[in-house]
Every structure is written in C-alpha cells, then in structure tokens.
C-alpha cells in the first residue's frame, strides 16, 4: 500500500509569510508525528496526534507553530510569520498506535529566505 | 524522563568490515521496543531493525545485528560485511506508552 506523504516537498518562502505543510500517513495508522530536522542534524520531536488530539505540544518550538489533524487522516503543519531560522526539514510519521514502528514521509524542505 | 544517547557522532568503516554503533537509553517502562532507522542522503528515513525488549535474543536482519543488555540499557548496531550504500546517518530510538525518541545520531561514512 501507499506510505506518508507529505507535501509540498520543498517550500521556499519569505521571512515573515505564513506556511502550510501537509501529511497524509498511512491509511488506519492512528498515530502521527512531527519532526523539524535542521542540516546534519537529528530529529527534533515538535507534536504527535493520537487520533484526532494532541496530547502533548510541548515541542512546538513557539506559538508560530501549530497543527492539526482530521478525519485520523491528514495533517497540517502550519507555520504563522515565518523566520529564517524555521529553515529545515520537517517530517512526518505514522503508526498504528503511539510507541510503534514509525513509517516515515519524504519531508518537506522549507527554506525561509 | 526517557533518554537516548548517541556517543559516536561519526564513524567509518572499510568496505566489507565490520563496524559497531553504540546506543545507550534510560526509561522507567518495562515493556518497550528499541529501533535502529538509516538516514541516507536522500533523507528518507528507513527502518533498519526493532527489539522487544521482553526477548532474550538479540534481533537479526540480512546484514546488521543488535547487542541488547536490558540492565545496561545497551542497544548497539552491528553491520557486518559493511556496503557503500550502508553511509548513512543511523539513529537509534526507543518507545514504550509513549512517541519515540530518538538519539543525535551516528554518521557511518563507508570507505572503497
């Protein structure tokens, strides 16, 4: 079957604009992760949804920063005034349930110029 | 809090060698799994092998192996017989009740 998906691949934007990423997992994975990873570096944990809910949004790095998910499918990312340090990449997860083997998205490249 | 650590930002290996990777994690859990998942360049992340923490035996996959010691929250990645397309950043991750986390980690650099 198809795996996640995300789109756009890449993103290049202006400091300041807003940006929307988005994540279709896989179909019947109830559990969906955000992941920010600048250059050569490691995964940087931003939110999971179990469901619908986001139990925990500590990792949202500021109030820029926000998701959603709907319908246990697709996932959106979005963020709000973008600065050039937002720059990285973001991917995505999914899993059947929260604590399994995660499947993982291409990523999405966004450049804030 | 659950922790992973990575203490081998690089390593190289000569091809057709063997190397190691070493991966040490901290949880209060009982029941949890250990993942190792290749990076290569091409960014997409790729699972390499998993161990269930309630088995004894070492998990096994083609090539690449684990040394799990439960009590020293030990979980390192073995590679025998390593390929070029083995370069790749490895990170080892762990879970339980809750998501992943992973480690900083490991750039395998493959030399000809």
């Known amino acids: 079957g198809a795996g996640v998906s995300q789109s756009p691949s890449n993103k290049v934007t202006e400091k300041g604009k807003d940006v929307e990423l988005r994540c279709d997992p896989i179909s019947g994975h109830t559990a969906l992760y955000w992941y920010r990873q600048r250059l050569g570096q490691g995964l940087e944990f931003l939110i999971y949804?179990?469901?619908?809910?986001?139990?925990?949004k500590s990792g949202l790095p500021s109030d820029r920063f926000s998701a959603e998910r709907t319908g246990e499918s697709v996932s959106t990312l979005t963020i709000q005034r973008t600065q050039q340090e937002d720059s990285a990449v973001y991917l995505c997860?999914?899993?059947?349930?929260?604590?399994?083997?995660?499947?993982f998205g291409p990523g999405t490249r966004l450049t804030v110029l | 809090a659950q922790t992973v650590t990575q203490s081998q930002p690089e390593m190289s290996v000569q091809e057709a060698e063997t190397v190691t990777l070493s991966c040490t994690y901290d949880t209060s859990e009982s029941d949890y799994y250990l993942f190792w998942y290749k990076q290569p360049p091409s960014r997409q992340m790729i699972l390499v092998i998993r161990?269930?923490?309630?088995?004894?035996q070492n998990a096994t996959e083609n090539r690449f192996s684990v040394n799990f010691q439960k009590a020293a929250k030990s979980f390192s990645l073995k590679i025998s017989d390593s390929q070029l397309g083995d370069a790749a950043m490895y990170f080892c991750?762990?879970?339980?009740?809750?998501?992943?986390?992973f480690g900083k980690g490991t750039r395998l650099s493959v030399i000809a």
């Open positions: 997860a999914s899993s059947l349930a929260v604590g399994g083997e995660q499947f």
């Open positions: 161990q269930e923490a309630y088995k004894q």
């Open positions: 991750s762990h879970s339980g009740n809750t998501p992943l986390v």
């Open positions: 949804f179990q469901g619908n809910s986001a139990p925990d």
